[in-house]
């Protein structure tokens, strides 16, 4: 027999969830926001949402027989994370690889049901893999309730929320929706950097820097770029700002006082923005694996890496730039351009690279930047 929905929590709590909900499986009213949202084209490059639109909106199609969500969160709240010297990183990024610590406690909690009793394969779970609306289930359960910064905000915990859940045949009672709200409060849609919460609830992911500096393969679009500042990967800005934050639990602790899988990476601390500019292959692979940055690939990481070098204006990093001019990515040399052009904006090299370019997209590039700084 299937343990009682109680125990079912408490279970949940002991595999190292903060926060633990019943509710449909199904995003309801948020699947049409869902598909608005990619009619606009708001998700960017992210096909896979598109490709995937209807198995989002209905989970039943691809998972027979689900009946009740149990969502899950865990709060990550804490202090700010940089590489060594500079260069923000997003604090869901900033320890282990949070898909496999996340998905490691999923897994433990699906293997416990089933030893409690819950029919063996009857449960599907995920961390940010498998093609459901998690935050629309979180929403639709009480995890937290829908904020204008499209995140979803624990009344509890605040918004560093990572979420997760089951899927499963069980029949469990509903929570129901979280109390709280925005209110008039507009702080996040005020400070992002970017514009890119367009409307309440509604981010443009192809202005958003957790999509530019993370998801997008090619450039950067040079209006975004000085917008960029010093996120070298995602961006926390809406969440810093949000009066919920300081209910974070974890908000206070740092170093080695942190959840060892929230522990910040020992990358952090050896790695300079210059170093990222220069990550050759071999070290992306030994060193890069297992932290959530490598999702940019090692392409986008130096693209990021030279942006940020370039906002930050320190004439130290030019030479490495200068050499990143004759790099054989074409994405590295481009954004080398634009953040010679940022330090030193009638620097000679930029004329040398222009005559001997032959990529037509880094050629615009270093052109653009030699006709805005003239
Ligand atoms: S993550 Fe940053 S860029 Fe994206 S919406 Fe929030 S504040 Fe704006
Ligand atoms: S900053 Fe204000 S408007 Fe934005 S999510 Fe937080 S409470 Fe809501």
């Known amino acids: 027999m299937a343990p009682a929905a109680e125990r079912i929590r408490e279970l949940a709590f002991d595999c190292g969830f903060d926060l633990v909900r019943f509710g449909p499986v199904d995003p309801g009213p948020f699947g049409q926001h869902f598909l608005s949202w990619l009619e606009k084209g708001r998700h960017g490059e992210m096909q896979y949402l598109a490709d995937n639109r209807e198995r989002i909106v209905e989970p039943q199609t691809w998972r027979q027989g689900v009946r009740s969500a149990i969502t899950l ?3 990550y709240g804490g202090p700010p994370a940089q590489l060594d010297g500079g260069g923000q990183v997003a604090r869901y990024a900033s320890g282990r690889d949070y898909h496999r610590w996340l998905r490691d406690r999923v897994y433990k909690l699906r293997t416990t049901l ?25 929403v639709r359960s ?17 918004p560093y929320l ?11 009672p509903p929570d129901g929706p979280s109390p709280g709200s925005c209110g008039t409060c507009t702080a996040c849609i005020d400070a992002c950097p970017t514009q890119a919460i367009v409307a309440p609830h509604e981010v443009d992911a192809r202005r958003c820097l957790s999509y ?3 998801e997008l393969r090619g450039p950067i679009p040079r209006d975004l770029r000085a917008k ?16 919920f934050t300081k209910r974070s639990s974890l908000l206070p602790r740092t170093g080695g006082d942190r959840p060892r899988d929230l522990q910040p990476h020992r990358l952090l601390a050896t790695w300079t923005l210059v170093d990222v500019l220069e990550l050759d292959a071999a070290e992306y692979q030994a060193e890069w694996t297992g932290t959530a940055m490598r ?3 090692q392409s986008g990481l130096r693209r990021n890496a030279a942006v940020v070098l370039g906002n930050l204006g320190d004439p130290s990093a030019l030479p490495a730039l200068e050499r990143a001019l004759a790099d054989n990515d074409p994405l590295v040399r481009g954004h080398a351009a634009w953040a010679i052009g940022r330090i030193a904006p009638r620097h000679a090299s930029l004329d040398r690279a222009l005559s001997r370019e032959v990529d037509a997209t880094v050629r615009n590039d270093i052109a653009s930047t030699i006709d805005e700084n003239r």
């Open 114 to 138: 089933e030893q409690e009793g819950v029919p063996y394969g009857s449960m599907n779970g995920g961390a940010d893999a498998v093609p459901v609306l998690e935050r629309a289930l979180a």
């Open 212 to 214: 530019t500096t993370i």
């Open 295 to 297: 999702r940019a690939t």
């Open 162 to 172: 990572q979420l997760a859940e089951l899927l499963t045949g069980m029949d469990l």
């Open 142 to 158: 009480g995890i937290g309730f829908l904020a204008k910064s499209a995140m979803v905000i624990s009344p509890t915990h605040g």
């Open 228 to 243: 960029q500042g010093d996120h070298f990967f995602g961006c926390d800005v809406c969440l810093e700002v949000c009066p």
């Open 73 to 75: 969160a865990v709060d």
